[in-house]
C-alpha cells in the first residue's frame, strides 16, 4: 500500500478510506488512488484484502436464478462440498432472474466480506462489482459470462449442445425442428438458439423464425408454443427444449398429443428414463460446473493471480427414445 | 443484566463473559449465573441477545440433510422468501445425515452469530443448543424435532400420512403390503412406520415384519428389497416408499417387474404425474413447511417468547393411478 500512497500522492489512512469505500475522500482523490491501484496491479492482491478484512469470514457467497430449481440445487451442493474442503461456508441467495436483485444481494454479501463470490448473472452490467474486486474479493461467474466486466467464467458447451441437437434430429430425418427456448437476454438461451441456427446451416435446414418461441418457460407460455407449432399444414416433426424448465412443461403440455413430435431436452434431469418415451437430451455435469467455479474461486482466494480465465465444460447427447423417432 | 448478576452474586462483567461463553470463569460461577439466567427467565430475552450480539447480523442459519435434493432445496427456498421479506439473507449447510456434522455446522453458524436457527435435525441430541439458545439466538427444528431439548418444532403429519395410505391399498383389495422406508433412527422414517402399523391395526391385516426394510435408500438397496419383497409365495403386492428418495429408487427398480405392485409415495414429486403409472402420493406442502418455521423463527427473534410450540401441518393422498392397482 505505501507504492499506491506515494504513486497517488496522498496518505497510507487515505488508500485505505478509498479500498474501505469510506466517506471523506475527494472523488479526484479516489480516482487517483484507483488508478494508481490498477496500474500497480493491485487487483486481487492479497495485501489490498488483508487491509481491507482483517482476516477471513469463513465463507463465501453464492447467487443463482432460483434455489429451488433442481438444477441450482445441484449446483449449490457441488459448491459447499468444494467449499467445505476449504473450511468454508456458503450463503445463498436467489436472483429471481432479476438484475436489479442481482446487485443487492451481491453487494449485501460483499458487504458481510464473503471471502469470495460465485454467480451465475442474472443481468449484463457489472461495473458495481469492480470496487469489490479491486479490494480484492474475487468472483467467479458460473453458467453465464460477466456482462462488461473481465473476470474469472465458467460455461458449458451452450453452443455445441444445439448443435447436437439439430444434426441428432435431422439425422433421423427431421427438415422442421422448433426449439422453445428461455428469454433471449438470457445468455445461454442466446447461446442455445446461436447453436441451433448453426445446427440448421450444417444440416442443410432452412432457418424459418416461426419455428422459435422465446419466453420465460411457464405452464401457459408453453402450451401455447405447443398449439401454435404443433398445427396446421407448416407444423414441426421436432422440438429442442431449451433448459430443463422448458422440458419439464412441454412433457407436460405434450402428454395427450398425437402424433408426438421428436424430443430433445437441453440438460438432464431424474426420472427422464422413466418417462414413456424416456427422453433423449443434451447433458452436462452440473455437480462439475458448480466444482470447476468454486476450485478456481478458492485458487484466487488463496492468492492465484493469472488474468481472468474462462473454462468450457463439454456436453453429450444422451440417446433414450424421444429423440430417435423418425419424421 | 443487572438482577442476573445481583441474583448470582457476581459481576455484570462476569454475567456477559458466560453468556459469551469467554474462557476465565470458574465452571460453578458459570453454573450460578446459568441459574440465575433460567430462574428469571431471560432465555431467548432480547436483553441478553443484545449484550452478546450489539446489533443483527442479517444472517440465520438453515441445516438441513442435503442441499441437493430436491425436498430440501424446495423448503430452502420458502425459507429464503421469508428471511427475504424480513431483509435477512440465508446461509445453508448440508449435514449429510451426521450428527456429528450436524453439531459442528451449527455451532459454526451460532459462531458467526446468526440472528437464528433453522434445523432439520441429523442427530438426537441437541445439549449442545442450549448455551446458544439462552445467549439469545433462537432456534427452530422442522420436519423432525429436537432430541433431548425443548424448543419451537414444525412438523409434518408423518403419521396419518401412512394411515391414510396403508387405508387406501387395503380399500384396493391388497393385505400384503410392504413398507420401504429409510433408517429407523430418523425421525420421520420411524413415524411412518408407526403409521404403517396402525393403518395395518385400522384395516385388520396382520402387521408381518418381512414386508418391512428400513435402510439408507440408495439403487442397490432398493433393488435388494424389491427382489426380497416382490418374489415367492407370500410377496407383497403393494409397496409404501418412505420418501421421495425411496420412490425414484423404487420406481428405477420395477421399471421391468411384472406383475406391477401398487405404489402409494411419502412426498410429491416433480413429473409424478407423467410417469406410467402416474405415482398416487402423500403430498405435503414442503413450501409451508419452510414458511411456517422461517415465520415462527422471525416471531422469535423480535421478541415473542412464549412457551416452545409444536406445529403439526396436514398431509394428503393424491390418487394418480398407481396405488388405485387392484390385487
Redesign the interface.
Known amino acids: 500500500m505505501n507504492d499506491v500512497a506515494r504513486l497517488a500522492g496522498v496518505s497510507i489512512k487515505t488508500v485505505s478510506r478509498v479500498v474501505n469505500d469510506e466517506p471523506a475522500v475527494h472523488p479526484e482523490t479516489a480516482d487517483r488512488v484507483l488508478a494508481a491501484i490498477d496500474q500497480l496491479g493491485f487487483r486481487r492482491n492479497l495485501g489490498a484484502r488483508n487491509l481491507r478484512r482483517g482476516s477471513t469470514?469463513?465463507?463465501i457467497g453464492l447467487v443463482v436464478e432460483?434455489?429451488?430449481?433442481?438444477f441450482?440445487?445441484?449446483l449449490?451442493?457441488?459448491v459447499?462440498r468444494i467449499a467445505t474442503s476449504f473450511g468454508r461456508?456458503?450463503?445463498?441467495?436467489?436472483s429471481e432472474e432479476n438484475s436489479e436483485r442481482e446487485r443487492e444481494?451481491t453487494l449485501?454479501?460483499c458487504a458481510?466480506r464473503v471471502d469470495g463470490m460465485l454467480m451465475v448473472p442474472a443481468g449484463a452490467q457489472h461495473g458495481y462489482l469492480v470496487p469489490e474486486m479491486r479490494a480484492g474479493t474475487p468472483v467467479v461467474f458460473l453458467d453465464r459470462p460477466p456482462g462488461d466486466i473481465r473476470a474469472d467464467t465458467v460455461l458449458v458447451d451452450n453452443l455445441g449442445g444445439t448443435v447436437a441437437a439439430v444434426t441428432h434430429l435431422a439425422k433421423h430425418g427431421h427438415r422442421r425442428i422448433a426449439f422453445i427456448g428461455d428469454r433471449p437476454d438470457i445468455f445461454t438461451a442466446a447461446e442455445r438458439l446461436r447453436g441451433y441456427r448453426e445446427g440448421c446451416v450444417r444440416a442443410g435446414i432452412r432457418y424459418d423464425e416461426r419455428l422459435i418461441v422465446l419466453r420465460t418457460p411457464t405452464r401457459e407460455s408453453v402450451i401455447d408454443a405447443v398449439a401454435r407449432l404443433l398445427s396446421g399444414r407448416n407444423r414441426a416433426t421436432a422440438v429442442i427444449a431449451g433448459n430443463n424448465r422448458v422440458t419439464?412443461h412441454l412433457?407436460?403440455a405434450l402428454?395427450h398429443v398425437t402424433p408426438r413430435p421428436a424430443l430433445v431436452g437441453f440438460d438432464d434431469f431424474?426420472?427422464a428414463?422413466?418417462?414413456?418415451p424416456p427422453v433423449t437430451v443434451i447433458a452436462h455435469d452440473v455437480g462439475r460446473l458448480g466444482e470447476a467455479a468454486a476450485e478456481l474461486l478458492f485458487a484466487r482466494i488463496h492468492g492465484e493471480d493469472s488474468p481472468p480465465r474462462k473454462v468450457v465444460l463439454p456436453v453429450r447427447l444422451i440417446p433414450r427414445g424421444s429423440g430417435e423417432v423418425a419424421v
Do not use: C, M, Q
Open positions: 469470514t469463513g465463507t432460483d434455489v429451488g430449481n433442481p441450482y440445487s445441484e449449490n451442493r457441488a459447499e461456508h456458503v450463503i445463498t441467495g436467489s444481494l449485501e454479501f458481510r419439464v412433457l407436460r402428454a431424474e426420472l428414463d422413466l418417462l414413456d
